[in-house]
């Protein structure tokens, strides 16, 4: 009896071993298929992009207006509206693969035109590299909204990135600038207003000017030994008590 319950046991084991390696087997197997499927997707991205940056360019090149020949919906890339006849640049407009729909965001000239579309996808994308060669600045996207398919030169992702530290740079700059300079009408201002031109002196600044253009957190220099601040003199003697003294 002993004997039947451990095989029981010793067989209870092994298949909750099985069970447990074919789960991770199927997990695997899961990640794998999801990770071709969104490489497939990034490649349907890259030609449905390219087949629109392509159909703008065309259109920007049909037309006589050459102040705003760029469209101003997707729609005129099906059918010109420009032209009496029946002009088409684009079969369709394909769906974005990564959210599955006709929503892509455009991209907009200063009059207002549609000069490229990209991704409303947030997802960082698999692919690093090998890009053609138009596109060759995507394998520094964040996401998929930054594969831009433009028909105009825009600054390439690295300059865009660097522009973006470069201002956020300048902002916390001008934010110290203002937590440091000293409110209008303040006690400082006020005092430094009244100080004669000699104590105003940048070398020698008042007290209360001092406070305030110094940072928060740095101690300033203290006087320098035998200086004038430092320097304790007695009461003057009076000329006439030395005489008397003296006689």
Same mark, same amino acid.
């Given at each position: 009896?002993?004997?039947?319950?451990?095989?029981?046991?010793?067989?209870?084991?092994a298949l909750l071993?099985?069970?447990?390696?074919?789960?991770?087997?199927l997990a695997a197997?899961?990640?794998?298929?999801?990770?071709?499927?969104?490489?497939?997707?990034?490649?349907?991205?890259?030609?449905?992009?390219?087949?629109?940056?392509?159909?703008?360019?065309?259109?920007?090149?049909?037309?006589?207006?050459?102040?705003?020949?760029?469209?101003?919906?997707?729609?005129?890339?099906?059918?010109?509206p420009r032209s009496?006849?029946?002009?088409?640049?684009?079969?369709?407009?394909?769906?974005?693969?990564?959210?599955?729909?006709? @929503?892509?965001?455009?991209?907009?000239?200063?009059?207002?035109?549609?000069?490229?579309?990209?991704?409303?996808? @947030?997802?960082?994308?698999?692919?690093?590299?090998?890009?053609?060669?138009?596109?060759?600045?995507?394998?520094?996207?964040?996401?998929?909204?930054?594969?831009?398919?433009?028909?105009?030169?825009?600054?390439?992702?690295?300059?865009?990135?660097?522009?973006?530290?470069?201002?956020?740079?300048?902002?916390?700059?001008?934010?110290?600038?203002?937590?440091?300079?000293?409110?209008?009408?303040?006690?400082?201002?006020?005092?430094?207003?009244?100080?004669?031109?000699?104590?105003?002196?940048?070398?020698?600044? &008042?007290?209360?000017?001092?406070?305030?253009?110094?940072?928060?957190?740095?101690?300033?220099?203290? &006087?320098?030994?035998?200086?004038?601040?430092?320097?304790?003199?007695?009461?003057?003697?009076?000329?006439?008590?030395?005489?008397?003294?003296?006689?």
């Amino acid at each position: 009896m002993s004997s039947r319950s451990a095989q029981r046991g010793v067989s209870y084991l092994a298949l909750l071993l099985a069970v447990a390696i074919t789960s991770g087997a199927l997990a695997a197997g899961a990640t794998l298929w999801s990770q071709v499927q969104r490489r497939e997707r990034e490649t349907q991205l890259l030609w449905a992009g390219d087949q629109i940056r392509r159909a703008i360019v065309a259109y920007s090149q049909s037309g006589a207006d050459r102040v705003s020949p760029y469209p101003q919906t997707l729609q005129d890339l099906l059918l010109d509206p420009r032209s009496p006849a029946r002009r088409r640049f684009l079969r369709q407009i394909y769906d974005d693969p990564m959210t599955r729909g006709t @929503d892509w965001g455009l991209i907009r000239n200063p009059q207002g035109r549609i000069v490229g579309v990209y991704s409303r996808s @947030d997802a960082r994308p698999l692919k690093k590299g090998r890009f053609p060669a138009p596109y060759d600045d995507f394998e520094l996207a964040a996401s998929y909204a930054d594969w831009r398919f433009t028909a105009i030169l825009e600054p390439r992702i690295e300059d865009r990135l660097r522009a973006a530290g470069a201002s956020a740079a300048d902002r916390a700059a001008s934010a110290v600038a203002g937590n440091l300079a000293p409110a209008p009408g303040s006690g400082a201002s006020a005092a430094s207003a009244a100080a004669p031109a000699s104590a105003r002196n940048p070398i020698a600044a &008042p007290v209360g000017a001092e406070s305030a253009s110094t940072p928060a957190g740095v101690v300033p220099p203290s &006087p320098r030994q035998g200086s004038v601040d430092d320097t304790t003199e007695g009461p003057a003697e009076d000329p006439g008590e030395a005489d008397r003294n003296g006689n």
